[in-house]
């Protein structure tokens, strides 16, 4: 039987002047990811200019960002400010999962986005036939029943582990990697979910994401337009940053062997509170048409009557 009923997480930092800093800081971070996100699912939810697969899969996404971060962020932000920072089996083991689902999810996300501009770019022609309603669908749904999948199938096979004695997550959250540690019987089951995961979803993903931005650049090349071929440029530069950022954060922290290292916490921050933030500026705010349809909306609320 499993004798360990909470965990305690090592946190950030043990200097109170510092854990009042990064109070702060993660505070605005988490306001700021909530406002961007949440801002980009209702501007694109009522504006019909907006209703294309580009921004369907967007809205997704911002939904996902924010509550990718409200799954980390508001329990880092309470053991900021407590002596005491427990986290009871149950909501680690959700968290755990909630987590590698919200991971699995968003790689499969930006994996669609990718194959939807490199169908924009380079079949420009069939786009409206090829990524039709029913296909923008089906691409969203199974991204979300892949991210479900993957929490359950790992989070279910870390539950059947023993925890008998040692309870200390060198962590600011429960992530599968440093609870793995903790375990008292044999974790190759485990050990090969994280592998089989990070190679057929992390790798599968990351070959169409390369594939299709490969494509794209090689089209841009052959345009005669300067205008044309920058704005393909620009667009694709900033999409491939925060992918990078994401895979190599997210790999790295799954990858290699838990130690509780700084390098662990850094990484585990830049995937789960810094890309949430980013995303909607890089994606979304950052669009004309974007800024258009806030302004739209933003004039249509200051004409309601009092």
């Known amino acids: 039987m499993t004798t360990v009923t909470v965990f305690v997480l090592l946190g950030l930092s043990n ?23 949440l801002l980009m699912v209702l501007v694109i939810s009522t504006d019909s200019h907006l209703h294309t697969p580009m921004y369907f899969f967007l809205r997704h996404l911002s939904f996902l960002d924010a509550f990718y971060s409200s799954i980390i962020v ?50 420009p022609l069939l786009y409206v036939v090829v990524m039709n309603r029913r296909v923008c669908a089906g691409l969203v749904g199974s991204s979300w029943a892949i991210g479900i999948g993957t929490g359950l199938i790992n989070t279910l096979l870390l539950a059947q582990q023993h925890f008998c004695g040692p309870n200390v997550i060198r ?26 995961t990070m190679s057929v979803l992390g790798l599968g993903t990351l070959v169409l994401l390369l594939g299709s931005y490969s494509c794209i650049i090689t089209t841009a090349l052959r345009i005669n337009s300067a205008t044309g071929r ?7 530069s900033s999409h491939f940053l925060m992918v990078t950022i994401f895979y190599t954060s997210g790999v790295l922290r799954y990858m290699i062997p838990a130690s509780g290292s700084a390098l662990e916490q850094v990484l585990s921050v830049q995937y789960s509170v810094i890309t949430p933030l980013l995303n909607p500026l890089i994606y979304s705010l950052k669009n004309q048409e974007v800024k258009v349809a806030l302004r739209r909306m933003l004039a249509r609320k200051s004409r309601l009557p009092l």
């Open 15 to 37: 200097n109170p002047q510092v854990r009042a800093l990064l109070f702060v800081l993660f505070l605005a971070i988490y306001l700021l990811t909530l406002l961007g996100n």
């Open 74 to 123: 508001p329990k880092l932000l309470e053991n900021l400010l407590s002596k005491e920072k427990t986290i009871s089996f149950l909501e680690c083991f959700t968290q755990i999962s909630l987590v590698i689902f919200s991971g699995a999810t968003e790689a499969c996300l930006l994996s669609v986005m990718a194959y939807d501009r490199f169908q924009a770019v380079c079949h």
């Open 171 to 196: 962590s600011f959250a429960c992530e599968l990697p440093p609870v793995l540690l903790l375990t008292c019987s044999n974790r190759c089951a485990s050990i090969a979910s994280i592998l089989t």
């Open 230 to 236: 920058n704005k393909i440029f620009s667009t694709c």
